[in-house]
């Protein structure tokens, strides 16, 4: 490559090199603090500081700028294996690359003062470059976490083009000239093919980098979201099973109903998956009808088992379940409208249910499946003022109420629950 100066092509690596330096270090203080960030770009740092010594050779004494550009050389490629080591999450390992750096230091330093030698020189920094890009190759390709494998070849490919050039380098560099102005001319060849193969792998590994601490980053956040969604599941399903235990306890009160939410539930699940409703929303109606009547916790229990006809002022007390479970669990962040449906259950379509009077389309679609299934439960099961009504009677009264009271469509459901599914309320 006779053509190319060697100042020029030492300046083009010496701004990818900076590119790289810098690109690392904005990402690890700003995006993601990791120290295989950090390893890289003091790397590229070393490296940039060597192609710039290279760029001004004439201006620095000439052996300190041979030891210097070689001592930089050989911990940018250090840098490098430790960076990619780190970044595999290897255990530490026995220093043996602060040795490589300070031997090649002393025998660079022995070549250029009390026994100078070009050959020695290349030989021993070809060797000591590729004694650690080898290193830098085989971490990455090691076999581990299969997750960001493409990206880890990719820069293994840049360190192996990087090792494999100094190996070649290294080897060689002795056979390559008969005479001392063979070898200066073979020399500064390899030189400038160091530098184009530098430039390439700094392009490459700008790339390489920063794809993966971006995929692992993203990996990180993932699985920490699924760690915290895991947490706030069994958060609320804490929740839930508290709130689950303080209805049941409220239901126990009177041994006409108990049993009442947990029947209500199934039926409700039961019309839900008819209906073709997703899940979610049937594991939210399940257990917002677990709990529907934990409002009764504020009716006097004596109120509860009395038989007939209820005066006024205590059937409104009754009535007032349905706002008292709203106010219980309203507070609760639930990942389902269950507040919602447990003061709705007892809306009708016509606007002449309670607490709110709401009519139609402002009646949540959960509220109104556990409208006609806790009606249903009701009618087929012995209360203090009659006994139990049966299915059949149930089903007509529903059927009765269908357009008007209650969704035809969730009537229809339950019909078919019933008569062509086979449901019934398990056994207490």
């Not at 290294?170 to 160091?194: G, H």
């Not at 109606?285 to 038989?307: C, K, S």
Request: some cysteine; proline content about 4%.
């Amino acid at each position: 490559m006779p053509d190319l100066d060697i100042r020029t092509l030492s300046f083009v690596a010496l701004i990818s090199s900076l590119i790289l330096a810098a690109g690392m270090q904005v990402i690890s203080r700003i995006i993601v603090k990791d120290p295989s960030l950090r390893l890289w770009a003091w790397g590229a740092t070393a490296a940039s500081a060597a192609y710039l010594l290279v760029a001004i050779r004439g201006n620095v004494y000439t052996s300190v700028s041979i030891i210097l550009v070689n001592t930089l050389m050989i911990v940018s490629g250090v840098c490098m294996y430790l960076g990619n080591r780190n970044f595999r999450g290897f255990k530490p390992e026995f220093p043996w690359y602060w040795g490589l750096v300070a031997a090649t230091t002393a025998l660079i330093y022995y070549f250029t003062y009390p026994m100078p030698s070009l050959v020695a020189r290349n030989v021993t920094i070809s060797a000591a470059l590729a004694a650690a890009f080898f290193p830098s190759a085989y971490v990455m390709l090691r076999p581990g976490d299969s997750r960001g494998r493409r990206e880890r070849w990719f820069v293994a490919a840049a360190c192996l083009t990087m090792a494999v050039f100094m190996g070649v380098r290294a080897i060689a560099t002795p056979f390559m000239a008969s005479s001392e102005q063979d070898f200066m001319l073979v020399a500064s060849n390899f030189q400038k093919f160091s530098f184009v193969i530098g430039f390439i792998v700094s392009v490459a590994l700008s790339m390489g980098l920063p794809l993966l601490v971006s995929g692992r980053l993203q990996r990180q956040l993932w699985e920490s979201g699924l760690k915290r969604e895991a947490e706030t599941r069994k958060l609320l399903a804490a929740f839930t099973h508290v709130i689950a235990s303080l209805a049941t306890a409220v239901e126990r009160r009177d041994s006409y109903s108990s049993g009442h939410q947990r029947r209500v539930a199934e039926l409700a699940a039961a019309i839900a998956h008819t209906l073709g409703l997703d899940p979610a929303r049937i594991e939210g109606l399940h257990f917002a009808a677990t709990i529907h009547d934990i409002g009764m916790i504020y009716v006097p229990v004596e109120i509860l088992a009395r038989p007939g006809i209820l005066p006024p002022i205590e059937f409104n007390l009754v009535k007032a379940h349905a706002q008292a479970g709203f106010d219980i669990v309203k507070d609760v962040e639930f990942p389902w409208p269950a507040a919602e449906m447990v003061r709705q259950h007892h809306e009708r379509l016509d606007g002449s249910g309670f607490p709110l009077g709401l009519k139609n389309g402002q009646i949540l679609l959960e509220a109104r499946i556990l409208a006609v299934a806790d009606m249903v439960e009701a009618m087929t099961s012995h209360r203090p003022y009659r006994e139990a009504l049966g299915l059949d009677a149930a089903l007509a009264q529903i059927r009765k109420d269908a357009g008007t009271k209650l969704d035809v469509q969730v009537v229809d459901a339950c019909e078919r629950v019933f008569r062509e599914q086979g449901f019934a309320f398990a056994k207490t």
